[in-house]
């Protein structure tokens, strides 16, 4: 139940508080006073799409807070909790603000128990808390899935469990069929693609290229190149170093090691007398024994080493194993060895893909023929529920008509239930298409969708609204301006069963109509006045403000919606005898 709202700044209400108590509330007031600010408020609060142009002019934001009573342990405080919300000693705060197209902040807050949270999450909780019909809602009564919503939510518990496992199937085996047509039609292009790719993939396992391979044959094609110089170069550093056992004769040079010797023994006699010239001796000594080691190693080099190693005839060998790899990769789209095996691996997954597409065709066959037959064996099971719920439906709303001044009507609720032989016959909802239908005695049917005037859409969606109410979840009711088109005797019966469905819910209805507002438990009219925008300013604004009405103002106001004016003792009087009628027709039906 709403046991409070407060709105600030919305429409041409600049801040009002209305607190709200079990029973009927009707809401009452000049047209354009803004009387729809107190629906579009409570919207806001359950989460419904904000308009920044709703703001007041001068404000920057318009703000909404609600107080909602709501039971430990229920659907709304488990999800309240989920949002990481409490509740405040049995109660739940909403709070909405939404800010004008031009403010910097985010253009519309919510709040639950005094958490910031998505807006979505006050959607995920309206239908528990409130449900708001209006003049949109007799329009959509006018169609076929409004239709079957109605009847659907009248059908109860089993039909909403059968109808959730049905969608969930009805998705798979849309989906399985989707993917099982498209690998079907694509057969022929993957035995093409796997064809390509098994002789792509032998070619490259003919070569069997190696990680790494191309880089040493580039260096092997390097040193093959410049055999020649590598040798020369070997055998002439290490003539250096040693001397050459072919240089003969007195004036052959001296080689670097017996150079490096000769300093090393000239150092020894006198190092011990200087610390710098021992250092030095030092070093000229780790210079021999580095240049004997080099010397060992380039004889090792140019002799039965890597240079003599060096065949000129293998340079061909490793020029053709290059371009052949050269070549394979770059066919495949790459540059380098590592780029081909890269290439080789995804191949040869997607040929495994490929070639496994024969058992995914079955498999998906198979699970498409399994969920054919248990949406078959679903949507008849629908098609019962549905059956014996419509004409339930329909003799209830049907008992409700004579009240509402529409006496030798009845309201049909008709199932009619397509041949299906597989699931190719369904529909997302199964395989009922769903209708009302207004029936007179003696005439044929008219179908609601298109023969029901605005006056007679109002009157038959409350006899549903009467009927359906039972099985809600929401603890509150909100109609707005839904008794339009409507009048005389009509909008007696609407009050009354107004009235009787505020026993056992919490209604609220903004009515333009005395005979509704009549039957209220509490009253509330908007007020509407011109005022100077501010202090010394000429400028004038409209503003609206909450009023919550006693015994004498509640007659005033009727008789200023029955004759336009609350001064006119007649009128005063037909507005008393109005409440007394609805008090003695309210005293019946609690006696019945």
Do not use: C
């Not at 703001?55 to 318009?62: K, W």
């Not at 009805?170 to 498209?182: P, V």
């Not at 390509?196 to 070619?203: M, Y």
């Amino acid at each position: 139940m709403l046991r409070e709202m407060r709105i600030r700044s919305l429409g041409v209400i600049t801040d009002a508080t209305l607190t709200l108590s079990p029973g009927l509330t009707v809401v009452t007031g000049e047209t354009g006073a803004g009387k729809t600010m107190v629906v579009t408020g409570i919207g806001l609060l359950l989460g419904e799409r904000a308009d920044p142009g709703a703001v007041r002019t001068g404000a920057d934001a318009a703000v909404v807070e609600g107080r909602f009573a709501v039971a430990e342990g229920s659907d709304v405080d488990a999800r309240a909790q989920a949002a990481g919300a409490a509740l405040d000693d049995g109660d739940l705060l909403v709070t909405r603000s939404v800010a004008t197209a031009a403010a910097a902040r985010s253009r519309s807050r919510a709040h639950l128990g005094g958490r910031s949270v998505p807006v979505a999450v006050l959607g995920e909780i309206a239908d528990d808390l409130v449900a708001v019909h209006g003049q949109s809602d007799q329009v959509l009564l006018r169609s076929a899935t409004r239709q079957r919503q109605a009847l659907d939510a009248f059908a109860g518990d089993e039909l909403a469990r059968v109808a959730t496992g049905y969608a969930r199937d009805f998705d798979a085996w849309l989906a399985a069929s989707t993917r099982l047509a498209e690998l079907s039609e694509a057969a022929a292009a993957r035995t093409a693609e796997a064809d390509l790719l098994r002789a792509a993939l032998a070619e490259v396992e003919l070569a069997q290229p190696l990680p790494g391979e191309d880089e040493e044959l580039s260096a092997e094609a390097e040193r093959l190149e410049h055999a020649e110089e590598l040798r020369r170069g070997a055998e002439g550093a290490h003539s250096a170093l040693v001397g050459d056992d072919a240089t003969s004769g007195a004036q052959a040079q001296t080689d670097a090691a017996t150079a490096l010797e000769r300093a090393r023994r000239a150092l020894d006699v006198a190092r011990h007398h200087d610390p710098d010239l021992d250092a030095l001796a030092g070093r000229v000594a780790e210079v021999a024994v580095l240049a004997t080691d080099v010397a060992a190693d380039l004889a090792s080099y140019s002799g039965s080493g890597a240079v003599a190693s060096l065949d000129p005839a293998r340079l061909d060998a490793v020029q053709t194993r290059r371009a052949e790899l050269t070549a394979l990769a770059r066919a495949r789209g790459g540059q380098s060895v590592e780029d081909l095996l890269a290439w080789s691996q995804r191949s040869a997954a997607r040929l495994a893909e490929l070639s496994g597409d024969t058992d995914t065709l079955s498999d998906l066959a198979a699970e498409r023929d399994r969920l054919d037959a248990a949406l078959v064996e679903a949507a008849a099971h629908m098609s019962r529920l549905r059956g014996a719920a419509a004409h339930d439906l329909g003799e209830r709303a049907s008992a409700e008509l004579p009240g509402l001044s529409m006496p030798h009507t009845a309201l049909v609720v008709e199932v009619s239930t397509g041949a299906v032989t597989s699931a190719a016959d369904l529909h997302r909802h199964g395989a009922d298409d769903v209708s009302l239908v207004l029936a007179a005695p003696g005439g044929p049917g008219r179908p609601l969708a298109r023969a029901a005037s605005g006056g007679e859409l109002s009157r038959v969606m409350l006899a549903l609204e009467l009927v359906l109410a039972s099985s809600a979840s929401a603890g509150t009711f909100v109609f707005d301006e839904v008794d339009a088109g409507v009048g005389g005797r009509a909008a007696v019966g609407i009050g009354e069963r107004l009235a009787r469905l505020a026993a056992s819910r919490q209604v609220v209805v903004v009515t333009h109509l005395p005979q509704v507002a009549a039957f209220a438990d509490a009253h509330v009219r908007v007020v509407k006045s011109v005022r100077e925008a501010g202090a010394g300013g000429d400028a004038l604004v409209s503003v609206s403000e909450v009023v919550e009405l006693d015994h004498t103002e509640r007659v005033n106001e009727l008789a200023r919606m029955l004759a336009g004016q609350e001064s006119s003792a007649a009128a005063r009087e037909h507005a008393r005898e109005l409440m007394e009628l609805a008090g003695a027709a309210r005293g019946a039906d609690a006696r019945a």
